[in-house]
């Protein structure tokens, strides 16, 4: 629910808080002013984000605060700004960072993100983990003119690369076909773009079971068993429903998948959910010693979304001098979500966002 005020949150942790970082943001912005007395967020914001000195923790906070900008319906003067600030930490070193950002501008919903992520996507020098994202983002969007240039990238020599652009090119393909208005769809209670739509359910409701099987079968397109992925994710929210914890461990059975875009998309879903039941599943895809940093990525930040269960921060802890920089990297934003769990703010971002179901929601990778 987004507030008639927006205001700063006063209990983020000393080191991590905007405030101290030396951020200045207005206390309140009040979107019913008047232009020529409203504060402008963005410039710090966007300084906030591009600032390689700044703590990594705190630029995530920024960039989820320019997401709420972004993501604005109808937009007003802040939002291509926004859009303008999340692109330009596209040249950051961080790969966390950077897939970061084309996760957040496929989520706004807004079609000046294209040229953005259609750059990244190009770009061979870039992380693949990057290029993936920008793939998603672009399927997301369900942006009908990088049809060609997703399927050029279907032959991509990065398989997570071809991957994505698989299922972005299905996304969109149901999109703009007839069988987005005639396929009945559950309600979810996420507010996330996914990467492709729950099983539809107008002749046949699937069971769990019937969903753990198209998710495992490699036969599928990938689309389809994303699609099956995310049934089983809406069957398992709220958490105390009876079909919650056979769902989870459903899900978990996908950490067994040969594709690791597919393992890590696992790993997203289980942030989202923030489910206990599947803390064990976390905890061993997190320790895999050969795991793709990807997955173990995804793993770490979902963690971070059940920071307020015993023992999980103690956990995290133990990797936050991983050999890998990404693990690394996510381990402290994961702590910084742990934080925000267990102090009971409302929201993770300096800026509350509309339709917010947690703080893992709003992180992608």
């Known amino acids: 629910m987004a ?71 109808p937009p007003d003067r802040t939002t291509l700004p926004a859009i303008e600030a999340i692109a330009a930490a596209f040249p950051s070193p961080s790969a966390l960072l950077k897939h970061e950002l084309a996760y957040c501008l496929g989520q706004s919903g807004n079609s000046a993100a294209v040229p953005h992520l259609q750059s990244v996507l190009k770009d061979q020098k870039e992380d693949g983990m990057c290029r993936h994202e920008a793939a998603e983002a672009l399927g997301a969007l369900c942006d009908e003119g990088s049809l060609p240039l997703l399927r050029e990238y279907c032959h991509d020599e990065a398989e997570v690369v071809r991957e994505t652009c698989e299922i972005a090119v299905g996304r969109i393909e149901w999109a703009i076909s007839g069988k987005r208005k005639t396929e009945r769809l559950r309600d979810s209670d996420f507010a996330s773009i996914d990467p492709a739509p729950p099983l539809a359910q107008n002749t046949h409701r699937y069971s769990i079971p019937e969903m753990q099987q198209k998710l495992l079968d490699n036969k599928l397109p990938l689309f389809e068993r994303y699609r099956a992925m995310f049934a089983l994710r809406d069957l398992a929210s709220p958490p105390d429903l009876p079909t919650a914890v056979p769902a989870v461990h459903a899900l978990a059975s996908g950490f067994s998948d040969p594709s690791a875009l597919f393992r890590h998309e696992v790993a997203f879903v289980f942030g989202q959910l923030s489910h206990p039941a ?40 133990r990797y936050l001098n991983d050999e890998e920089q990404i693990v690394r990297d996510s381990v402290i934003v994961a702590l910084d979500m742990a934080e925000f769990e267990r102090s009971g703010q409302m929201e993770y971002a300096a800026i509350p966002e509309e339709n917010s179901f947690s703080p893992m929601a709003r992180v992608k990778g």
Request: glycine share 4%; hydrophobic share 35%; net charge negative.
């Open 3 to 73: 507030p008639t005020a927006i205001n700063l949150p006063n209990n983020l942790s000393e080191d991590l808080s905007l405030q101290q970082a030396g951020i200045k943001l207005p206390t309140q912005i009040n979107p019913t002013e008047s232009e020529s007395t409203e504060t402008d967020p963005i410039p710090p914001l966007r300084a906030a984000l591009t600032s390689e000195t700044t703590p990594l923790a705190v630029r995530f906070r920024a960039l989820f605060s320019l997401k709420y900008h972004a993501s604005l319906k």
């Open 278 to 317: 599947s803390i064990p599943s976390l905890v061993e895809v997190l320790g895999r010693p050969h795991e793709a940093p990807m997955v173990r990525h995804e793993a770490a930040e979902a963690l971070g979304s059940l920071g307020e269960e015993d023992g999980v921060e103690e956990i995290l802890k």
